[in-house]
Structures are given as C-alpha cells and as structure tokens.
C-alpha cells in the first residue's frame, strides 16, 4: 500500500458534506488542539488493530498495530476545513477513518488463490490497466469482451496483476481457470427479472458480468440463448428461439450504441454449448480452434 497515494486520493474526499455534531461543537482549537484532537478521534475509530500517534503541531502516525506507526497524515489542511466550515469536518474526518481501516484491513489480509474471480469487461473500460505497475491480468474472450481476473477482497475488487500471481506461484492460463471456478461462491446473491421477455441478471457481490463465464451457462446442454454484458453488474439474455425477447435485447444494445453508452459492442450467442459473436448485420461467427473465444 502506498500510503502517501492513499492521502493525495483521501485529500479528494473534501467535498460539501451535511453537517455532523462533534468537533464541530467543540470551542475553537488552534492547529496543535486540533492535531491532537484528531490524533484521538483516530485511535478510537481505527481500534485496538492499528497505532495511532501524535508525531508534531500539524502531523500524526498511523499504521497497523503490527508493523507500528511508519505512516505520516499531516493536519494542515484538515485544519483549514475546521475553520472556514467547521459544520463539515466531522463527515470528512470519518470517510478518512474508514478508509485507513479499509486499507488496514486489507494489508492484514494476505493475498491468497480463494480471492481470485474471472469476470467480462469492455475492452475500452480495461485500457488504463494495461501498463505500468498496474499491469492487470486480461485475456481476449469474444469481439471487443475481455476475461479479467479479480481479486475479491471482500469489501471491494481489485484487478490482479501480474505480480499477484508470481506472489501466489500461478501461471494466466491456471489463475484464469481458478477464477472461473471460484466465481460461483463469490457472487453471493443473484438478483434477476424479465423486462420485455429479456432476462436481467446482476450479483449482490458486484460480480455479474461474470455470469456468463458460470459453468453451466453455455454448456451442452444449456438453453441456446444471446448474451449481452450491459455493465459491469448487468449481464441480459434472450433465448434464441423466442423472436419478441431477441428482438427487444438487440434494440436496447442499438439504442445504447446510437447513446454512445454502450458498455460492449459484443451481442454473444452460446448455441449447443459453443459461444459465438453476432455482428451487426446479422451474422453469426462461431469460433475456430485458433479463435479466443472460450
């Protein structure tokens, strides 16, 4: 964890929030009162898990109660706040707790092969993490649809990178067959409902445009059906044989395409267990052996 880049993101939080009652109500503090004052708020949030101290005037330490307090937060712009719109600073002084003790959590929690999930993104949404340190773990699937590896934390995704999986001694093609046989259990509960005959899925974990890549979803014996992944959490389907809801699916991804909102360009078929593009003029193309659809 980088904790200065923690800050500079944290320093995003300072936007108009309501009103709160706690420093707020307090008699006016100068800059040393108020260091110290977060310093307390601070260790009682984050616990008896992390380690809180008064470093100056304008800076605490923070850190996990393990490793020790090697974290800086300076308070001079939080001060600032506290007196131009002190009605605001205990909101802002929260979202920062919790966010320390998200990253804490994290940082306690050791990366393991249980985390890893597959899931299905538009190519262009995936582009940012193509490079640098960032470096995420992708695969072509079908069109302009990826195949990304997650890592569940729990409380949020993160995308894997290359140096998860040397970390956890896994090559791609075997972290990417773990991730699709683990989704299941992560997924948590699925949500779905008919609107126009078309099917709408989504999951209570965040995961559903990884629905598709479920076992059973294009199996043998599955239901010939099309496919669109229409966000991040949204995946539709329409059975091939039934013409009203195919027809309702292709118009919403038309009219996403004619918003420019369109998560995919990619309508999938799964037909007889094998996954195929429909193109926009109709045609339908199954994948060869050297193709990367799975």
Not at 13 to 41: C, H, M, N, Y
Not at 112 to 136: C, H, I, P
Not at 175 to 185: D, P, V, Y
């Amino acid at each position: 964890m980088n904790w200065r880049g923690l800050f500079c993101l944290l320093a995003g939080l300072f936007i108009s929030v309501p009103a709160s009652a706690k420093l707020a109500d307090t008699i006016e503090l100068d800059q040393a009162g108020f260091t110290r004052l977060v310093t307390d708020f601070l260790a009682v949030e984050l616990g008896k898990g992390a380690c809180v101290e008064l470093e100056t005037s304008t800076s605490l330490l923070f850190g996990s109660a393990d490793e020790g307090c090697h974290n800086r937060l300076e308070t001079t712009a939080l001060y600032a706040v506290y007196v131009s719109a002190p009605d605001v600073i205990d909101l802002k002084l929260e979202k920062i707790a919790r966010q320390i003790a998200a990253d804490l959590k994290a940082i306690e929690q050791p990366l393991s092969t249980e985390q890893l999930v597959s899931v299905l993104r538009g190519a262009n949404s995936v582009q940012s993490y193509l490079s640098g340190e960032k470096n995420a773990v992708i695969r072509p699937f079908a069109g302009d649809m990826v195949e990304v590896l997650m890592i569940d934390r729990g409380d949020r995704l993160e995308f894997a990178t290359e140096a998860d999986l040397a970390a956890l001694k896994l090559d791609a093609p075997t972290a990417f067959e773990t991730g699709r046989a683990q989704l299941k259990s992560h997924l948590g509960q699925i949500a779905g409902q008919t609107m126009h005959q078309v099917s709408l899925q989504s999951s209570s974990a965040g995961l559903g445009s990884g629905i598709p890549l479920l076992s059973g979803a294009c199996a043998a014996d599955a239901t010939n059906a099309y496919w669109y992944v229409f966000d991040r959490n949204l995946v539709m389907k329409a059975d091939e044989t039934n013409a009203v809801a195919v027809a309702n699916l292709l118009r919403l991804v038309n009219q996403a395409r004619a918003d420019k909102t369109a998560y995919s360009e990619t309508v999938l078929l799964c037909q007889s267990g094998r996954w195929a593009i429909r193109k926009q003029n109709g045609e339908i193309h199954f994948a060869s052996a050297s193709d990367t659809l799975r």
